[in-house]
């Protein structure tokens, strides 16, 4: 308590002399002199933005953009800021070289050149969002550093703690964690796609081995940056140890199915069972495997739906690769044709529609089997096989009916239609009632 005391009097301190400073300093003539260059450097600014962003957008439109550097943050912005910053600092110098009072313009000067500096940095920040949060926190930062407050801020912030075993939380950490972990991330994931694009570049890895490579990287990226920052915020880690046993039932509840799909991805990528590329079919989803995720397969239809199934249904149920070590799959077309009809012929009709498709393949053998004799039709089954089952199996199904047809019209072979004999059995009643009609 007296520590915190002590701190609370140092802030109230440095608040109170602040407040003397603007009393002394900027409730004066020279203030309202100051004020009245600030209004006209704001107008001014806001005038040659306007004129300067409309001509830079004319020349830029002119210009190959093949190369330019996309920010979050318009012309008009950034020649405000740019403005106004040179307007201010040129008040400043004339207000000393003449000998005025140019505190309050010197601070608004600095202010401003600061948030033109910080927003333009990180306007370079893809998000939007994040691109704003991260400059107004910067700034914010580097207002109370130069109006003087950013140490008295501190201790504030760090005077008010909890402590859990031996670990002090105060508001000050957690804002200091929260900034170093999200510049961690950043770093983190601007390696990480360097390591991807690295990794995709590579021809000495199949398309597994690339993404089991990605993964265990990641995994050893992200665990290292969760304990670097911890370690860079000055937290204990032998005092989080307390933790451990409640984030072992917590993951053994709550994240149970997480874990098992992350586990059984790592599975799938080692033993190559299911690849990037192969062609699937688990329950009532056929289609190939567009993506390989940390929790998920993504399998895309030929209907153009991409069903995400996650890695632990791989593991449990049961998977047709049709590609597992080979891409050739034989597909199966029945025919029937009339009892009328010359079978030899009919063999001869089917196998050479078969051959005339390009899609299947002529060095594996074409056979034509006479299946069963039906009820009302001779019953064959065209066999053949495709090498590029992801181009889809109905469609090549199709084509080879659609040329079954013409050949059959063109042989004069039937295709015959359910035919049923129907035998009334009448007696005499309905025999002598059908005579008098």
Not at 252 to 261: A, D, P, T, V
Not at 398 to 423: A, C, M, T
Request: aromatic share 10%; glycine share 6%; net charge neutral.
């Amino acid at each position: 308590m007296e520590e915190f005391g002590s701190w609370r009097d140092s802030f109230s301190l440095d608040l109170n002399k602040f407040a003397l400073l603007w009393e002394d300093r900027f409730l004066t003539m020279d203030a309202l002199v100051q004020a009245c260059i600030i209004g006209l450097s704001l107008c001014l600014s806001w005038l040659l933005a306007t004129v300067s962003a409309r001509n830079f957008q004319k020349w830029l439109d002119k210009r190959d953009r093949k190369y330019a550097l996309h920010l979050n943050v318009s012309a008009g912005e950034i020649f405000f800021f740019l403005f106004l910053s040179v307007l201010l600092w040129a008040g400043v110098q004339i207000f000393s070289v003449l000998g005025y009072s140019y505190t309050g313009l010197k601070v608004l000067a600095s202010l401003v050149t600061a948030w033109g500096l910080i927003r333009i940095t990180s306007s370079t920040i893809k998000s939007k969002f994040w691109s704003r949060v991260i400059a107004v926190a910067l700034w914010l930062t580097a207002a109370l550093s130069i109006l003087g407050l950013l140490e008295a801020t501190a201790l504030a912030l760090d005077s008010e703690a909890i402590t859990i075993g031996k670990v002090r939380l105060s508001p000050l950490l957690v804002i200091k964690g929260i900034a170093i972990f999200c510049l961690l991330l950043w770093i983190l994931n601007f390696v990480s796609k360097m390591l991807e694009k690295s990794f995709n570049s590579s021809s000495n890895l199949t398309l597994s081995q690339k993404v089991l490579f990605y993964k265990l990287t990641n995994i050893f990226l992200y665990s290292a940056g969760i304990f670097l920052g911890l370690n860079i915020i000055g937290l204990d880690l032998t005092a989080l140890a307390v933790f451990g046993g409640a984030l072992g039932l917590g993951i053994g509840f709550g994240l149970q199915k997480i874990f098992s799909n992350l586990i059984s991805g790592i599975i799938l990528l080692m033993d190559k069972s299911v690849k990037p590329g192969d062609v699937i079919a688990i329950g009532d989803t056929y289609g190939w495997v567009n993506k390989l995720g940390a929790r998920y397969v993504s399998v895309l239809t030929r209907d153009g739906k991409e069903h995400l199934i996650p890695n632990e249904n791989l593991i449990s149920e049961q998977v047709e690769n049709w590609s597992y070590s080979d891409s050739n799959i034989r597909i199966h077309v029945p025919v029937g044709v009339s009892y009328n009809s010359d079978m030899h012929k009919v063999r001869e009709v089917l196998l050479t529609a078969a051959k005339e498709s390009p899609r299947i393949l002529k060095d594996h053998p074409i056979v034509c089997l006479m299946k069963d004799f039906g009820d009302n039709s001779v019953n064959f089954e065209l066999r053949a096989w495709i090498g590029d089952p992801q181009q889809g199996v109905s469609n090549i199904k199709s084509e080879i009916y659609f040329r079954i047809w013409d050949l059959f019209k063109e042989n004069g072979i039937e295709i015959p239609f359910p035919q049923r004999d129907v035998h009334l059995k009448i007696d005499d009643e309905l025999r002598n009632l059908l005579k008098k009609s």
